[in-house]
């Protein structure tokens, strides 16, 4: 198969990690016979210095005409200080948009050779830890309208509209309904819904949605207590679908019980097969340039690339087990590093994952 990959390296350790994706990408290519091409396209800080703006219409453009979309990272400390629109995150934002990226994907999966690096008890953990968090992504208080003014009696004022419309609501539980019917079966639907109206109209929504899943389990809880949960016992879960603001923040906590940043991918999917490929984590600018980075989170983001945006599931596999395999044997970058492993760098790593490939 011939597949078309826009690749936006970003800022920071955004290059780094991206040639050891590519570097995967091609020996994949090599195995299975297929051919992959590569537009590289700015986006983020560099494209700021290099265009004047975080996000090219060239870019979306390369981005719109290809399969499938693979980012680095972006943003760093150079451009904290530039107004809201000028900023690199306004690239990040405006690209899901543009693509119309509705659903983000994050799975938490806590690896067996790295079960000493998750922060919860053993007694929480042996009982598994496998959940896939989807997110809605081009709605909510992200999105609506945003006003910064001074009120009558003189006190400077914002405000942020958290929207949703209810085929919003519909796509994304249908995206998670499907996702749970490859998986246990069970979906539980987080909103804040004893205060929130946006949140009662995604209870309706997603009880409507739910009546045409009846092999899928299907449950509500209010925001604050699945923060608590996902602590006291995340094994209950298994897909959860959510809003844009409470999703960005589950989505975290829920990467972070599961050891490292620098190993959780995500995809952001919309209608069709195009979709946009991303490590969670940011461009972490301490160790930008130093070879130190951890590639994973973004080889396994390729892998998911794969997966749902071209359907190659063998390879997608082949990729997962490279990297369980490395880490079984012993290999670790520096943030996920302990005593009597072997150290590597970001681009020995590649090289392990890519070797086993
Ligand atoms: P960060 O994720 O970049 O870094 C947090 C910590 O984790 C740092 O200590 C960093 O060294 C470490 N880390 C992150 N990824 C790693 C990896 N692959 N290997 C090893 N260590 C890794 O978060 P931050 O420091 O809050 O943000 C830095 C910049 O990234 C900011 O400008 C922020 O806006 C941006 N950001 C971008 C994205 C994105 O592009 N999707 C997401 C989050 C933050």
Known sequence: MKKNIAVIKGDGIGPEIMAETVKVLNVVAEKFCHIFNYTYVLMGGIAIDETGEPLPKETVEKCLASDSVLLGAVGGPKWDKGEGSKRPEAGLLGIRSALNLFANIRPAKLLKPLASACPLKTEITDKGLDLVIVRELIGGAYFGEKRTFTDEKGNKTASDLMIYSDYEIERICRVAFDMAKKRRKKVTSIDKANVLDSSRLWREISHIVASEYPDVEFSHMLVDNAAMQLVRDPA????????????????????????????????????????????????????????????????????????????????????????????????????IMSEGKKLVSCSEMGDKIAEII
């Open 236 to 335: 209950q879960f298994d897909v959860i679908v959510t809003e844009n603001l409470f999703g960005d923040i589950l989505s975290d906590e829920a990467s972070m019980i599961t050891g490292s940043l620098g190993m959780i991918p995500s995809a952001s999917l919309g209608m069709g097969s195009l979709g946009l490929y991303e490590p969670i984590h940011g461009s972490a600018p301490d160790i930008a340039g130093q070879n130190k980075a951890n590639p994973i989170a973004s080889i396994l983001s390729a892998a998911m690339m794969l997966r749902y945006s071209f359907d190659m599931d063998r390879e997608a596999k082949d990729v997962e087990n490279a990297v369980d395999l490395v880490l079984e044997h012993g290999f670790r970058t520096a943030d």
